[in-house]
């Protein structure tokens, strides 16, 4: 029989962040009602905290474009699955308004299309004169590669924006005679506005064709854009401009019944760009949110578990028939953990990890659920290593291991992702190290050295971006930070005195 520590050393329960187990996903992905949702198109829009699963939804689409292809349905990723963002080429050049952005999006769409059409050896209809016209007008490269292709889209969209008469050598244009594009030398720019001239680009009638040919031999396609959050970060305004213009392309987009946009972005992304009205927002229908539970959370822990042969051969138990029963896989984890981390009056495991690692938004999230169960079992291992005393029983985790991982995540929570969003407000957090984890106006302004007013100012921020929990009353609140920061700033149960 296989020693515990042989088991814990052959498990893997699986990454933070799902492009780095894209092949292993496949296996043991939980296919949530979001994921039928998105399946059946009837979903376009995904929104969600960071780590609540977006990406993996995206790469999950990504990876069954075998079995979509054999309903009818092609699969173009708008951005690289890891590495660099396609679109940092216009984080330091981008187009000067809304509406050349708007441009920019429906021509990338347009070329995602026509590219696919070229994969597919679709050539029907107008299908090979738009290929044709998009690779004379340097639209279309030949490359495969994304980040060429959104380059020439925006150099294109430069050319007409400028009054250089060599910007743009070839403009698209639309035969009147046969409706087919085509593409025309042009020789000089008119003394136009910004509109007029992006006007002259006949993107709405070439996005028709490209639908017409589709729909011609039955075939939908899903345009997949992830990683938003990735690209645009160090510029709210950027941000805001670009995402607003993605919005209102994907409504324009629905006049082309065939083609579709599918978005993935963070929820608190989606709320700072669309405060202050946006209302194209009443038109996003086909949307969902994704809302972990812990009984949800149970379940992808204890599918990602059964993916582990060597645990399945070290319980004996019948995969199956866990996987189709809750009961079962809530006793299933309770047979490799203690039923407590805390003895008492206090919450049972799993219970106890889902409140660790939930932010004052409430979010509950896979990312870290997965990373503590990742460190606890890291930890565990070297607790056995050293000749330590094996877990009672079946057991694969002693209740000491969970505190002990604690830390580790919030650390990671705390400087990954926390900072690196936010990181305007590090100077405030970091006065709070050492401190209690409540705090009300008063001591945060001692702080701080801050009057009351940029207090109240600072601390919604935090408590807009999930660091602070608001309790309290609105007259006299307090401020309270979750378990998953404390750690990593050292702070102490209790609330601090004025």
């Known amino acids: 029989m296989l020693s515990k520590l042989e088991v814990l050393k052959r498990i893997k329960i699986g990454e933070r962040v799902a492009e780095e187990e ?5 296996r043991y992905f939980l296919e949530t009602e979001q994921w039928r949702q998105m399946r059946s198109g009837e979903i376009d829009v995904v929104y969600g905290p960071k780590g609540s699963g977006k990406s993996a939804l995206y790469t999950l689409l990504s990876k069954k474009e075998n079995e979509l292809f054999d309903d009818g349905i092609l699969i173009a990723p708008a951005e690289n699955v890891r590495g660099a963002t396609v679109f940092r080429s216009i984080v330091s050049d981008p187009p000067p308004s809304e ?29 090979r004169p738009l290929i044709n016209a998009l690779e004379k007008a340097s639209l279309l490269p030949a490359t495969d590669s994304l ?19 060599k910007a743009v050598e070839y403009a698209l244009t639309i035969d009147p005679t046969t409706g087919a594009p085509t593409v025309a030398r042009k020789t000089e720019f008119a003394d136009a506005s910004e509109t007029q001239n992006l006007e002259d680009i006949p993107v709405e009638e070439l996005l028709e064709v490209a639908n017409k040919a589709l729909r011609k031999v039955g075939l939908k396609l899903w345009l997949l854009f992830d990683r938003l959050d990735v690209a645009f970060a160090e510029s709210p305004e950027l941000e805001r401009n670009a995402l607003r213009a993605l919005f209102r392309a994907y409504n324009d987009l629905k006049a ?107 979010n509950s999230v896979p990312r ?10 890291d930890l565990q291992i070297s607790k056995l290593e050293r000749g330590g005393n094996d877990p009672e029983g079946p057991q694969l985790f002693d209740r000491a291991v969970f ?32 401190e209690k984890a409540e705090q009300s106006i008063g001591t945060l302004g001692h702080l701080w050295k801050t009057d009351d007013e940029q207090t109240s100012q600072i601390a919604k921020r935090l408590s807009d971006i ?20 404390r750690s990593a700033l050292n702070l102490v149960q209790g609330k601090a005195e004025d």
């Open 147 to 165: 980040s060429v292709i959104f380059r020439a889209v925006t150099t294109y969209i430069k050319g007409w924006l400028s009054r250089d008469t």
């Open 99 to 127: 509406l050349s952005f708007i441009y920019l999006w429906k021509i990338y769409c347009l070329i995602l299309a026509a590219r696919t059409l070229r994969e597919y050896d679709i050539a029907d209809g107008d299908a």
């Open 368 to 377: 870290e659920v997965i990373h503590l169960l990742e460190v606890a079992k």
């Open 256 to 362: 082309y019944p065939v083609i579709a946009m599918k978005i993935f972005v963070r929820d608190d992304i989606w709320r700072r760009i669309s405060a202050g009205g946006f209302t194209e927002a009443s038109h996003i229908t086909k949307s969902v949110h994704i809302v972990w539970g812990e009984d949800g959370l149970l379940n992808l822990v204890i599918l990602r578990l059964l993916n582990n042969p060597v645990l399945v051969e070290y319980t004996g138990i019948d995969p199956e028939k866990v996987k189709s029963d809750y009961e079962k896989q809530r006793n299933l984890f309770y047979q490799l953990a203690p039923d407590q981390v805390d003895t008492g009056k206090n919450p049972q495991t799993f219970n106890w990890i889902v409140s660790r690692t939930t932010d004052a938004s409430g």
């Open 22 to 26: 894209a092949d292993e996903l496949v």
């Open 466 to 485: 999930g660091f602070f929990e608001v309790r309290g009353t609105k007259d006299d609140p307090s401020f309270w930070v979750p378990f998953i920061y």
């Open 403 to 434: 505190k002990e991982a604690l830390p580790t995540v919030s650390k990671v929570r705390y400087e990954q992702t926390l900072l690196a969003e936010y990181p305007d407000v590090r100077e405030y957090l970091q006065k709070l190290t050492g």
